[in-house]
């Protein structure tokens, strides 16, 4: 079946540790986005890519880095220096970047402690 | 710069209608709609695209007011089954100076529908 397959679904990190959550797709999608959801926030653009070894910063890319080696894996690292990383985090890949539908991964949870 | 959603939140009794708004301060090229259920990803529901194209889904239907950068969902009759998050998802024109490569949500109008 295709899709977009995130791991893991939660995910504990001590404070000051890196960590890199995984998004995997099978669509043959050319772009792929991370997404981070707070309650009563909606869902915030962390990072963005249409093509292989290209990607954009979203409107919160800051403590947050990201690759795109293969067209399937769109992986982001949350750094030590987000101030606040724990947060719901959502994957989702489109055929092309604008006018197709996006189509989501189930999330990574992700708690700071 | 992310979309304006209103209301923040309704509830319905099951058969009732409701209209879920959104708007931007940029000019839109395109207007996403999605519904988040709790604990689940977001589904597409339908795209608008610039040129003023009202779109249906079911009962669910949905307008674009370019002029206005506005869109707006109209949920008839409701069913149990519609209640989550809505967002709207917007990329901007880009003649407005914005992107139109970004996709951008709104903070979500919770809907919930009971018997």
């Known amino acids: 079946d295709g899709g977009i397959t995130q791991s893991p679904k939660y995910l504990f990190r001590k404070e000051g540790q890196n960590v890199t959550l995984s998004c995997e797709q099978n669509?043959?999608?050319?772009?792929m986005y991370w997404y981070r959801q707070d309650p009563g926030q909606g869902l915030r653009l962390i990072y963005y890519?249409?093509?292989?070894?290209?990607?954009q910063k979203g409107d919160i890319a800051e403590g947050y880095s990201v690759s795109r080696e293969k067209k399937e894996s769109f992986p982001l690292t949350v750094t030590s220096a987000q101030k606040n990383p724990t947060a719901f985090y959502l994957c989702?890949?489109?055929?092309?970047?604008?006018?197709?539908?996006?189509?989501f991964g189930q999330g990574t949870r992700l708690t700071v402690v | 710069q992310q979309p304006v959603q209103s209301p923040q939140a309704v509830i319905l009794r099951e058969g009732e209608d409701a209209v879920i708004n959104c708007s931007s301060s940029?000019?839109?090229?395109?207007v996403h709609w999605y519904r988040q259920k709790h604990g689940e990803a977001p589904v597409f529901l339908m795209i608008?695209?610039?040129?003023?194209e009202q779109k249906g889904h079911e009962k669910i239907s949905a307008s674009f007011n370019e002029k206005k950068q506005q869109s707006s969902l109209y949920l008839t009759a409701s069913q149990l089954s519609y209640s989550g998050t809505y967002f709207c998802?917007?990329?901007?024109?880009?003649?407005?100076?914005?992107?139109?490569?970004?996709?951008?949500f709104g903070k979500g109008t919770l809907l919930t529908v009971n018997p």
């Open positions: 669509l043959n999608h050319d772009a």
């Open positions: 940029k000019a839109l090229y395109s």
């Open positions: 890519s249409q093509i292989v070894n290209d990607f």
């Open positions: 608008l695209l610039k040129g003023g």
């Open positions: 998802g917007t990329e901007s024109d880009k003649n407005s100076g914005g992107s139109n490569y970004k996709l951008t």
């Open positions: 989702a890949s489109s055929i092309w970047v604008k006018n197709t539908e996006a189509f």
